[in-house]
């Protein structure tokens, strides 16, 4: 109660409590939220550096795997093979490649795909390598629109030709495994290679031949400082029309022989037969000799094969002789038994052989011993007496003559037995102890 003319305690404020709602779920959340961000980022990234994918048909899968065979160019990786599988008509293996995007702009029609190492040959060092290694794509850009769909081929890329003109060569024999790429050699040196095989048929004249269209560089004919360069086409085709009329023909070989692969050859041929290059078809070809893989049949048919039967069927005959002879047979029992008694002596003298020997070495270090001892006490006695064998200690002179005798004879037997342990055995020889005395 407040007393009269003062003025009334004032009444407590009242106070509002206001809660404020943050938007902020929380820091809770942030871990979840940041590894989504982490996730989205890593995932636009992936994306983004996604290289390009081809596509290659390939006969055969040849060892190829997923992730592990490589992409090269020029000795650089720039992809890798992505998957495998089966083409829908199941006659092919489509490969899908992973390639880098700097070699975007060389994806043409003009491009080539070659798997090397997939086909195991003798002459080609690097298919042998494929066999621990693995095979591995090559690219060999070419020219053209751009693509993205491509058909490979198997082995080694060939050489890359300046200027590619292409000639037919008509062989009326087995081609072999005569395949696209192949090298087309003259004189050792590569100056073409083989763009496309066809099998020929003229049913009129009864005839089948395989064709070969060979694309060859007039640049490794060396015509440049003649012809200036200008007219490829026309100098080559010059130059050919000449040689053929001296004798070149085409032909097919091994390198190296009989286990290579086969190739195309331009040889200056022996045959006189007159021929020339045609003009007439679309390609000019040609002419093929006759001697190649398709006369081999000829070839072995010139060999003796009589004379080397009868030398091979006397040489058995020998042979069986001299396996059924008695002579042999006992000579054989007789070694047998030779070699089974000198088994059973090693067996039977050899733990003794050990001790033996042992036993011989101490009993020469033991008599060396007892030479130095006696040389020591006669050299001892000797310095002490003086005089000779007249002087009144001449018998002591002469007992220490004797000591020094008998120490040289025993120095010498220590000396053989060291020499001829087996003395122990069989007894000192007559000679040596004739020159003991």
Request: without cysteine.
């Amino acid at each position: 109660m407040s007393e009269p003319g003062s003025e009334p305690a004032p009444l407590p404020r009242r106070t509002d409590s206001l809660t404020r709602r943050s938007r902020w779920p929380g820091w809770i959340w942030s871990v979840p939220i940041a590894a989504v961000g982490i996730v989205t980022w890593l995932a636009v990234r992936a994306f983004s550096e996604r290289g390009l994918e081809v596509s290659v048909t390939f006969t055969d899968v040849a060892g190829m795997k997923e992730r592990d065979t490589k992409v090269m160019y020029r000795g650089l990786q720039i992809g890798e093979v992505r998957s495998l599988k089966l083409t829908p008509d199941r006659q092919r293996v489509l490969v899908k490649l992973d390639l880098d995007k700097d070699v975007k702009n060389d994806l043409t029609t003009g491009t080539q795909f070659y798997l090397r190492g997939g086909d195991i040959s003798f002459s080609d060092p690097m298919s042998l390598k494929a066999v621990v290694a693995g095979p591995d794509i090559m690219m060999v850009p070419g020219q053209g629109s751009p693509s993205q769909q491509f058909t490979g081929r198997l082995g080694e890329p060939p050489d890359r030709l300046s200027v590619s003109l292409p000639y037919l060569v008509r062989f009326e024999g087995d081609v072999g495994r005569l395949k696209e790429g192949a090298a087309v050699s003259l004189r050792g040196f590569t100056v073409g290679k083989v763009a496309r095989i066809d099998l020929a048929t003229d049913p009129e004249a009864g005839r089948i031949s395989t064709t070969a269209l060979i694309d060859l560089d007039p640049t490794r004919f060396h015509l440049g400082q003649e012809h200036g360069g200008t007219d490829w086409d026309g100098a080559l085709r010059a130059t050919l029309t000449r040689l053929v009329q001296h004798g070149l023909r085409a032909t097919l070989t091994q390198a190296p022989p009989l286990i290579g692969a086969e190739e195309v050859e331009l040889v200056m041929s022996t045959d006189e037969t007159p021929a020339e290059l045609l003009t007439s078809g679309p390609y000019p070809e040609i002419p093929a000799e006759k001697a190649g893989l398709g006369s081999l049949p000829q070839q072995i048919a010139h060999l003796p094969i009589q004379q080397i039967g009868a030398n091979v069927r006397t040489i058995t005959e020998h042979i069986k002789t001299l396996s059924a002879s008695p002579k042999l047979q006992d000579s054989i029992d007789h070694l047998d038994r030779s070699l089974a008694q000198f088994d059973q002596t090693l067996r039977t003298a050899g733990p003794k052989i050990t001790p033996m020997l042992t036993s011989v070495q101490q009993t020469v270090d033991s008599l060396r011993h007892t030479a130095d001892e006696i040389d020591g006490t006669a050299a001892a006695a000797r310095k002490l007496l003086g005089g000779g064998a007249a002087s009144p200690n001449g018998n002591l002179q002469q007992a220490v003559h004797e000591l020094t005798g008998t120490a040289r004879a025993i120095r010498t037997l220590a000396n053989y037995l060291d020499q001829h342990p087996e003395a122990l055995l069989r007894g000192r020889d007559a000679s040596v102890q004739e020159e003991s005395r």
